[in-house]
């Protein structure tokens, strides 16, 4: 079977900036991937070449191994979250609904259904311009959901959102992913991510960083570095970095120390009369993976000159 989403040797330029390089990815069923990267590193050119939005200058993105404009009833396949905020602001939610199920083919019933698992079937009958952010990012995931695809593409779905609606969003992807959905959300935040996503696809430029899971991500840049409970942190740091470690104040009594092993650790903090409460390995952050992949400043930023 071919993935719910593939991406092969994707590029895109628009005059001077190449927004994407080739490119290559694919988004699996029943799994959140992330899409993440610096603002301008490409991420929605690529979710609208998917779309056909956007033609790609060289290569192919394929939905469940077509292209999106060769699908029979696309909005059954794969919904879409672009911009929210593309809505007649005199169009009530529901007539916008309506409209779009009517062009895709899709029952009526369909439309209340959607309302009322975005939570807004209160305000169904409220022109879209009275629609706070939120509430439009809402509209607009319902819009996704209305074909009851297999497969979604979520450009930033939390942007914007209050604390509320962030872990509303984040919940709504689990579970979609749990009936064995694919989906794919952007983000320029990795962090945004932490709870949400499986697997990553990070981007700078245009081009591809990492295609991996979240655990091996956070692996990789855990790698063989410890951390130090002391309260003698200045000491510490000291013998630690006399030792040959590089030593990294990460809050608190808390210093993530690279190049040393544990026992190493021990003995010098040990021979040099540092108090400590503890030494052992570091685990990452999603976000400190994600700044380690794009700490080169070559790659770093947005899509620069072709
Ligand atoms: N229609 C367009 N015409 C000209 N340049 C464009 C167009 N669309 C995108 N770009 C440029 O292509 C690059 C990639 O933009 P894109 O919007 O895909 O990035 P992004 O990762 O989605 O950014 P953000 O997180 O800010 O949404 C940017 O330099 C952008 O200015």
């Known amino acids: 079977m071919r993935p719910p ?4 040797e994707l590029c895109k330029s628009f005059g001077a900036i190449t927004a994407v390089r080739d490119l290559s990815f694919t988004v699996p069923p029943g799994r959140v991937t992330g899409f993440v990267g610096p603002n301008g590193s490409g991420k929605s050119t690529t979710m609208r070449m998917i779309l056909a939005l956007d033609r790609p200058d060289s290569g192919v993105a394929l939905v469940a191994g077509r292209h ?8 059954r396949e794969i919904g879409a979250l672009l911009d929210s905020s593309a809505v007649h602001p005199g169009r009530r939610a529901r007539d916008h609904l309506l409209w779009m199920a009517h062009a895709g083919g899709l029952p009526a019933s369909r439309v209340d259904e959607v309302l009322g698992l975005v939570g807004l079937a209160e305000a169904a009958r409220r022109p879209a311009g ?3 952010h939120g509430m439009l990012q809402r509209l607009g995931i319902a819009g996704a959901l209305l074909g009851d695809p297999a497969t ?3 450009d930033e779905p939390t942007n914007g959102l209050d604390p509320e609606g962030v872990v509303w969003v984040r919940e709504l992807l689990r579970s979609l992913a749990a009936e064995g959905r694919a989906l794919l959300v952007s983000s320029h935040l990795m962090g945004e991510l932490e709870d949400t996503a ?7 430029r245009g ?49 993530t120390v ?8 021990t003995e010098v903090l040990t021979e040099g009369a540092v108090s400590f409460s503890g030494v052992r390995p570091h685990r990452a952050s999603l976000e400190e993976a994600y700044m380690e992949l794009t700490r080169d400043p070559v790659v770093n930023g947005s899509a620069g000159e072709a």
């Open 258 to 265: 690279s190049g040393l092993p544990s026992e190493r650790a």
């Open 130 to 132: 009275e629609f706070s």
């Open 198 to 204: 499986d697997r990553v696809v990070v981007i700078a």
């Open 152 to 154: 979604l593409i979520l």
């Open 207 to 255: 081009r591809l960083l990492a295609e991996t899971t979240v655990e091996d991500l956070v692996a990789r840049a855990s790698d063989g570095r410890i951390t130090v409970r002391t309260g003698q942190r200045e000491q510490a740091i000291g013998v630690l970095a006399r030792a040959g470690g590089t030593v990294v104040a990460t809050g608190g009594e808390q210093l």
């Open 68 to 75: 999106y404009r060769t699908l029979r009833t696309p909005l």
């Open 5 to 8: 989403i593939e991406v092969r």
